[in-house]
């Protein structure tokens, strides 16, 4: 679905269940990432895009008092609404991430009205394309067109949506998610330094598409499994600083060989995730500057490594994703593949040669739904502009 069909379902929604026009209407890409495994939250590297794939809340005030938040979603065919003063998580789990940016605009001194949210999505749900990473920017965008109070620094609405995934819905996310949806542009990959918060548009070119295979195995991050994977990386940088004699805030601040020369005194697990974390933010650095010469194919060679990687060290992939990239490495056009988000199901994010995406698309599906009981969901895409109010 383009841009412009998802924005017209959030609007047809909102008229149908709120019976009204919506006052404005909202729009949030998804992101692949495409080198950076859970280096975000360890103050490392990434390399992203923005999709041409997102969410719309098409939205308007009411007049209810006390101020509440009514929203329906197109998607899941539910309805659900909370309390803003005082806020209260919702009656739907899906409805706390917009409920948790609503908590940070009000914490800003924005006054918030009563609020009416019809939302469509052309994303895979729970693929690890950042649904919820959306959800929030538009929620943010919706919020700010109707009550005000957007920040001078695009930086801090990102900030605002990553403090509300990690402080209200509990999932201990980085920036990754929250930049990438606002920062996007066509084409283009984003780079971001997540210690400094530098960032730079790395051209993709328009002769390669980008694939996301959903596998349909869902993964669900406040389960705490991603909780665990980064008290590893807390804890190898806790260890590393105490075996350095120096204060190490994150792995960021360790080198390599300064790893390698101690890794066999940490803990088995913190290592593995420790060595994982240190070679991606390699590996992204690497990506960024083949982009910069034009290197297409590297960044692909780049991105079969970072699977490889989050397979056997970091240990966040399961079978279903491995074998898609099995299969995909055989066919035409493959230029290279990884999984994507958080991991433990979802998708993978697959760089493929434009001429040859029907064809590469059909090989995969039949070629895995041949061996697994669910079937492989697979959606052409691109990279694509951020987060913004549209026209209604």
């Not at 749900?125 to 005000?148: K, M, W």
């Not at 330094?193 to 295979?213: K, N, V, W």
Request: charged share 25%; hydrophobic share 45%; proline share 4%.
């Amino acid at each position: 679905m383009t841009i412009q069909t998802i924005t017209a379902a959030a609007h047809a929604a909102f008229r149908a269940h709120f019976d009204a026009e919506p006052a404005t209407i909202a729009w949030a890409p998804g992101r692949l990432e495409l080198l950076g495994n859970h280096t975000d939250y360890n103050r490392g590297h990434v390399l992203s895009v923005a999709l041409d794939l997102g969410i719309a809340i098409a939205a308007d005030r009411s007049l209810q008092r006390p101020p509440r938040l009514r929203a329906w979603s197109e998607a899941l065919g539910e309805a659900a609404e909370a309390a803003l003063d005082p806020l209260e998580h919702g009656t739907r789990r899906w409805l706390d991430y917009s409920l948790g940016v609503l908590r940070e605009i009000a914490a800003s001194g924005v006054q918030l009205p009563s609020l009416c949210f019809a939302i469509a999505s052309s994303l895979p749900l729970g693929a690890g394309v950042s649904s919820s990473a959306a959800l929030e920017l538009a929620t943010a965008e919706a919020a700010f067109a109707l009550a005000g109070g957007r920040p001078a620094d695009p930086l801090d609405e990102a900030k605002l949506c990553q403090r509300a995934e990690t402080d209200f819905v509990g999932v201990p996310c980085g920036l990754l998610d929250q930049f990438s949806s606002l920062f996007g542009r066509q084409d283009h990959a984003l780079w971001l330094d997540c210690a400094t918060l530098d960032f730079e548009r790395c051209p993709l070119g328009a002769q390669h598409a980008l694939l996301i295979a959903d596998t349909q195995v869902k993964h669900a991050l406040v389960d705490g499994r991603y909780a665990r994977l980064r008290r590893h990386c807390d804890d190898a940088a806790r260890r590393l600083g105490a075996l350095l004699g120096r204060e190490v805030p994150s792995l960021r601040d360790v080198r390599l060989d300064e790893f390698l020369t101690l890794a066999a005194r940490l803990d088995d697990g913190d290592r593995r995730r420790a060595e994982h974390v240190l070679r991606e933010n390699a590996r992204v650095l690497e990506g960024r500057d083949a982009l910069r010469r034009g290197e297409v194919g590297r960044l692909g060679e780049l991105m079969v490594a970072s699977h490889e990687s989050s397979r056997d060290l970091f240990g966040n992939s399961v079978p279903e994703l491995d074998r898609s990239i099995e299969i995909a490495r055989r066919l035409r056009g493959f230029v290279g593949a990884k999984l994507t988000g958080g991991g433990f199901g979802g998708a993978t994010a697959h760089l493929v040669e434009r001429a040859s995406v029907e064809r590469y698309q059909r090989e995969l599906t039949t070629a895995y739904d041949r061996e697994h009981e669910r079937p492989l969901c697979v959606f052409v895409t691109s990279a694509g502009e951020g987060a913004r109010v549209v026209p209604l």
